[in-house]
Nanobody
Framework: QVQLEESGGGLVQAGGSLRLSCAASGRTFSTLIMAWFRQAPGKQREVVAA????????NYADSVKGRFTISRDNAKNAAYLQLNSLNPEDTAVYYC????????????????WGQGTQVTVSS
């Protein structure tokens, strides 16, 4: 019911910045919770940030808190992740995800996923 497509990944030097975008289509009015995940080779997929429909509530992984910022623009059916002060440990495939059933971040199950965008940070 919801299709997601990420963009904005690439190769950056340590200390640099990137801005990832997630474009939603389909039942975009049902994207109650949106989030960004990442998965590095040999590591578990982890939530890096999540945001409520209104944008009033956000959650961040401790590893990115203070460096990454999640936002959304419902008029544009889009979500964003600003990545600052990048380090090589941030290298991963970053995925956009959405939940259309729950309204609280802690209960989100994220049935909808994008294909991912690669972020590579060189030392």
């Amino acid at each position: 019911q919801v299709q997601l497509e990420e963009s904005g990944g690439g190769l950056v030097q340590a200390g640099g910045s990137l801005r990832l975008s997630c474009a939603a289509s389909g039942r975009t009015f049902s994207t109650l919770i949106m989030a960004w995940f990442r998965q590095a080779p040999g590591k578990q997929r982890e939530v890096v940030a999540a945001i409520s429909w209104s944008g009033r509530t956000t959650n961040y992984a401790d590893s990115v808190k203070g460096r990454f910022t999640i936002s959304r623009d419902n008029a544009k059916n889009a979500a964003y992740l600003q990545l600052n002060s990048l380090n090589p440990e941030d290298t991963a495939v970053y995925y956009c995800a959405a939940d259309d059933k729950v309204r609280t971040i802690v209960r989100a199950e994220y049935p909808y996923w994008g294909q991912g965008t690669q972020v590579t940070v060189s030392s």
